[in-house]
């Protein structure tokens, strides 16, 4: 049993190269306006309401830190009808540490992974209820709060994404493979430093040795690619911005069977990406690949390596740069 399987859903999991997965919960927050009034917003002043009603009683968060929320106003607020949103926000609870089974109780010390599971997301739904549709008072200005849980953070929507899809495909007249079960093999992880997953002192530019190595604790890799993850992200404001090429990059793990995928699609899940000496907290973006990025990359025609280093492939549509990949005939060398 790989040690993702056996994750409880509040522990940390640590990986190879001084990195590890830390359970925390996150949330996206959108505020709109609750009455007919038109004065501006003031970001510190929503925050300082919001973390104030976060740790006081019924919810009893004291140990979220104000770095922990984030509120962003949106622009060009008097253009904006009444029913659209005014400002964003970010909120991480990333203490856990209450839900965990306590030594010496004797409720704890009966209760299995799949209890504690439970009990977290009970928790997790009290939480988001609690705080869906609440309005804040500043000073006579009304504000009401939209809390939604990220997809990529929640593993039973993205199980059941994955679910539906190849369902469908089943039922899909046109397809030549009818009737034939598929699952997913493949992981997708974008928006993660380059510098961490990079042999130390020897290159700043991600390793495929070391990449292999860390995601190799989840499960057995069949194969893996590693890209720049530079590409636009879209803001939800309708806003884009570009990452510096780089700076972070992009992972697709195919595992060897479904069973490994999904025990390390349920690690990454939830989890904020952070390195022992660092003070950073990444929290990545994690997806299946629905599109088959290996199967189609088995098709595309050979590149000479100058012309690889020169020149870029294009892959679903978006610019992918070359970079090395594990195949199945490979593994004997990262076998002990």
Request: glycine share 4%.
């Amino acid at each position: 049993m790989s040690a993702a399987a056996a994750l409880r859903a509040t522990e940390p999991l640590p990986l190879p190269s001084g990195l590890s997965l830390s359970p925390r919960l996150k949330l996206l927050l959108t505020f709109f306006r609750a009455d007919l009034t038109v004065r501006p917003l003031d970001e510190w002043q929503l925050k300082s309401a919001l973390l104030a009603f976060l740790r006081d009683p019924p919810l009893s968060l004291p140990l979220l830190p104000d770095s922990d929320l984030s509120v962003r106003r949106l622009p060009d607020l008097q253009k904006r009808r009444r029913e659209e949103p005014v400002a964003s926000g970010v909120l991480h609870v990333r203490d856990l540490s209450f839900l965990r089974p306590r030594k010496g109780d004797g409720e704890a010390d009966g209760m299995t992974p799949e209890q504690e599971e439970e009990k977290y997301f009970e928790w997790r739904s009290s939480l988001v209820e609690k705080l869906e549709g609440i309005e804040l008072n500043l000073e006579g200005v009304k504000f009401r709060m939209t809390v939604e849980i990220p997809p990529s953070d929640d593993f039973r929507v993205m199980k059941k994404s994955w679910e539906n899809f190849y369902s469908s495909e089943l039922l899909n007249s046109r397809n030549p493979v009818r009737k034939i079960a598929k699952r997913p093999d493949t992981i997708v992880v974008r928006g993660v430093p380059s510098r961490w997953f990079a042999e130390t002192r020897v290159s700043s530019k991600p390793s495929t040795l070391v990449t292999h190595t860390i995601f190799s604790a989840l499960g057995k890799i069949r194969t893996l690619n590693i890209a720049n993850d530079d590409e636009l992200e879209a803001k939800e404001d309708g806003s884009t911005k570009e990452l510096i090429s780089g700076l972070n990059c992009k992972v697709w793990v195919q595992f060897e069977n479904y069973d490994d995928f999904h025990d390390a699609m349920k690690a990454l899940c939830g989890r904020s990406l952070e390195k022992e000496g660092s003070r950073l907290k990444v929290d990545y973006d994690v997806t299946w690949d629905r599109e088959g990025f290996f199967r189609i990359a088995q098709y595309e025609p050979a590149h000479s390596r100058l012309g690889e280093r020169d020149a870029s492939a294009s892959v679903h549509g978006r610019k992918k740069h070359y970079t090395s990949r594990i195949e199945s005939d490979h593994r004997k060398r990262f076998r002990d």
